[in-house]
């Protein structure tokens, strides 16, 4: 349906192709609302036009309504078999849904378009660079296959087309970070996204007065800004990374995430007293920007390339202090906890669908496990919106007891207060674990089968800290020999019997 204010200035376009590509313009601006009544008002003119159809695809990916996003591309596909773009954009939608085979087979079957003489006369000055992201998306492809050798075959190949694919050098960073190679890693990693747009929705111009601040690139004994991004988890990872800029610069201005600006702000105040921390990377606006004469700025993921070019360049020291006051109210709950010997965090979620969430999800069946071995309360550091359903609907199943408290889930200064006391945590890859490897506090990590740079070269430890050990997979979805291995780790370290 379209509101009345909208047709009529559609009844008003004449000439189809211009609708269209306006259409089509906002969906590359992401106007998605703009372009959604245009589309359906091209089709409702030929429902049978294979761009229309490009472009309802094209709008459902941008929604992440990924099958009814595969369904136009489809039809599209159909209509004109030699739609290299559709094809392209139907693998992207179909990896994001783990069918990697059909998405390899489209890629495959884009580049083979894509490299005709038609296809080159057709896209003309752009013939490179949409090559090369067919190229290079395929080679994606097997980085999620764990495939590193067919990955840098094709990302290489995007490369030789296009020496400025970003997605290639993105891609080709993330396989050369999982196997330690951090110098010509995180150089590649500067050519992400975080160059052409913020993570966080907010210009980088926030950060500057009335001419453009310019990017950080070394220099010594100036006044930096870095701005947080990404996820919690990230954002205090890379933090490891302020005090190494703090001793090279006058002042350090980090921008950061509301939830973690406090608990920073409080930790460096004594030891490194010339970093400041806000928690307005969200914000348009920033009012503290005028107390400051900036000379520089950096996104703090970017402060990897300087400082952390070999294994030997991560101090993995602990900079994260809880709060005294909240310790001692968090300290009140464990008073009320049944006399056993160990305290032991858990988490069983982490990620989302942009990062791998479908392999870091540990049944909670296997706390059986946990409960039948360990002389340990178990108490939920679980933070998404359905963990206390999920705590309640366990125990009334299991006749085990999680402790869930909201509260210090809610407030992350106090999720800080609650890991300080435990024993140990045992989760999944999530935020979690980031907060405890920053605090020092003792954590195994369930990582699956050769999974994401940050947590380390396959069979390793986080190089970022020197508190949480990883127990790996063997294959993809092996929780089994994951859990075991953790469970008799517990027993030796602890001494259980």
């Not at 004109?80 to 179909?94: K, T």
């Not at 920033?286 to 294994?311: E, V």
């Not at 009334?396 to 809610?410: A, G, P, V, Y």
């Not at 890991?419 to 907060?435: A, K, R, T, W």
Request: aromatic share 14%; proline share 4%; glycine share 6%.
């Amino acid at each position: 349906m379209y509101n009345n204010a909208i047709k009529g200035v559609m009844v008003a376009y004449i000439n189809l192709n211009e609708l269209m590509e306006q259409a089509h313009d906002e969906l590359k601006k992401d106007k998605l609302d703009d372009c959604y009544p245009k589309i359906l008002y091209l089709l409702d003119s030929n429902p049978n036009h294979f761009f229309y159809l490009y472009l309802l695809g094209s709008y459902y990916s941008k929604k992440e309504n990924l099958g009814a996003s595969i369904m136009a591309y489809e039809r599209a596909i159909t209509l004109y078999p030699d739609f290299s773009e559709a094809l392209n954009n139907a693998a992207g939608s179909y990896r994001k849904l783990k069918y990697h085979e059909k998405a390899i087979e489209y890629f495959k079957r884009a580049i083979e378009i894509g490299k005709t003489d038609k296809a080159k006369k057709e896209a003309g000055p752009n013939y490179k660079k949409f090559l090369s992201d067919y190229i290079s998306n395929l080679g994606s492809c097997y980085v999620a296959y764990h495939d590193q050798e067919t990955a840098l075959k094709y990302l290489n190949e995007a490369l030789e087309v296009n020496p400025d694919c970003i997605n290639a050098l993105w891609n080709k960073s993330l396989i050369l970070l999982e196997q330690g190679n951090y110098e010509e890693g995180f150089k590649l990693h500067e050519f992400g996204d975080r160059k052409l747009k913020s993570k966080n929705g907010r210009n980088y111009n926030a950060h500057e007065h009335s001419s453009p601040t310019k990017f950080w690139n070394g220099e010594k004994n100036s006044t930096v800004v870095v701005y947080g991004e990404q996820g919690i988890g990230d954002e205090l990872m890379f933090a490891t990374i302020l005090p190494d800029l703090a001793r090279d610069s006058k002042q350090v201005i980090y921008d950061g995430h509301p939830r973690l600006y406090k608990m920073l702000r409080r930790s460096f105040k004594d030891s490194h007293p010339n970093i400041h921390c806000y928690g307005t990377r969200k914000d348009h606006v920033l009012s503290w920007i005028q107390n400051y004469d900036i000379d520089f700025k950096i996104p703090i993921g970017s402060l990897a390339s300087f400082y952390r070019k070999k294994k030997e360049d991560f101090p993995r020291t602990p900079y994260l202090i809880p709060d005294e006051k909240e310790v001692e109210l968090v300290k009140q709950r464990f008073d009320s906890l049944p006399k056993k010997k160990l305290n032991i965090g858990i988490s069983w979620k982490g990620g989302t669908a942009q990062s791998s969430k479908n392999v870091r999800i540990l049944p909670m069946e296997f706390y059986n496990r946990f409960f039948e071995e360990l002389d340990a309360n178990f108490i939920s550091l679980q933070y998404d919106d359905n963990a206390r359903m999920e705590v309640d609907k366990y125990c009334e199943s299991s006749s085990n007891e999680i402790h869930h408290w909201q509260k210090e889930i809610d407030d992350y200064d106090l999720t800080s207060a609650l890991i300080s006391q435990l024993d140990l945590i045992i989760s999944v890859p999530q935020s979690i674990i980031h907060l405890a490897g920053v605090m020092g506090v003792r954590a195994y990590q369930l990582t699956p089968y050769k999974y994401i740079w940050q947590m380390g070269p396959y069979g390793e430890d986080m190089p970022w800290y020197n508190s949480v050990t990883n127990f790996w997979q063997k294959h993809d979805g092996d929780w089994e020999s994951v859990v075991e291995a953790s469970i008799e780790q517990v027993k030796k370290e602890f001494h259980i019997c």
